[in-house]
């Protein structure tokens, strides 16, 4: 009998939980949604298209290489002068996207997709990267 009661009460909590919720905005207010991440709304636009959704990447005109548990975006340097620079079939984003959505971008990488890298990737990063780039660019 005491687990039927239960089981009522909780039916009725989950149907009546969202109403509550619009009806008190005191509760709503304490209803707390996590913000998506900033460069995820990057990735999704632009890199998803080659990487994939699940950064496994893919085979096809080319190859593109995985995002996913790739211990080579342990130190953001790395990633980030991919981006700025290109190599490969991966073009140069340094005209396309500014340091901060670089940034962004890769701060998502590196915690999504099996990564656990958690280490701050700042603009000024970013900025210094495509100056050794410029100039590097520059004596070519």
Same mark, same amino acid.
């Given at each position: 009998?005491?687990?039927?009661? =239960? /089981?009522? !009460? #909780?039916?009725?909590?989950? *149907? +009546?939980?969202?109403?509550? #919720?619009?009806?008190?905005?005191?509760? $709503?207010? &304490? !209803?707390?949604? !996590? $913000?998506?991440?900033?460069? @995820?709304?990057?990735?999704?636009?632009?890199? %998803?298209?080659? =990487?994939?959704?699940?950064?496994?990447?893919?085979?096809? +005109?080319? *190859?593109? #290489?995985?995002? +996913?548990?790739?211990?080579?975006?342990?130190?953001? @340097?790395?990633?980030? /002068?991919?981006? *700025? %620079?290109?190599?490969? $079939?991966?073009?140069?984003?340094?005209?396309?996207?500014?340091?901060? %959505?670089? +940034?962004?971008?890769?701060?998502?990488?590196?915690?999504?997709?099996?990564?656990?890298?958690? /280490?701050?990737? &700042?603009?000024?990063?970013?900025? @210094?990267?495509?100056?050794?780039?410029? &100039?590097?660019?520059? %004596? @070519?």
């Amino acid at each position: 009998m005491m687990i039927r009661m =239960h /089981s009522l !009460a #909780l039916m009725a909590l989950l *149907v +009546a939980g969202p109403a509550l #919720l619009t009806a008190s905005p005191a509760l $709503a207010a &304490t !209803a707390k949604v !996590a $913000a998506p991440h900033p460069g @995820e709304a990057v990735y999704k636009n632009i890199c %998803q298209a080659c =990487h994939m959704a699940n950064g496994k990447g893919g085979v096809g +005109a080319g *190859v593109i #290489l995985p995002l +996913a548990n790739n211990e080579k975006l342990e130190y953001p @340097e790395y990633p980030i /002068s991919l981006v *700025v %620079q290109g190599r490969g $079939a991966m073009p140069w984003f340094r005209d396309a996207l500014t340091p901060q %959505q670089i +940034a962004d971008v890769v701060a998502y990488v590196r915690i999504n997709f099996g990564n656990k890298y958690r /280490s701050k990737v &700042t603009p000024e990063m970013v900025k @210094e990267i495509i100056g050794d780039a410029s &100039t590097v660019r520059e %004596q @070519e």
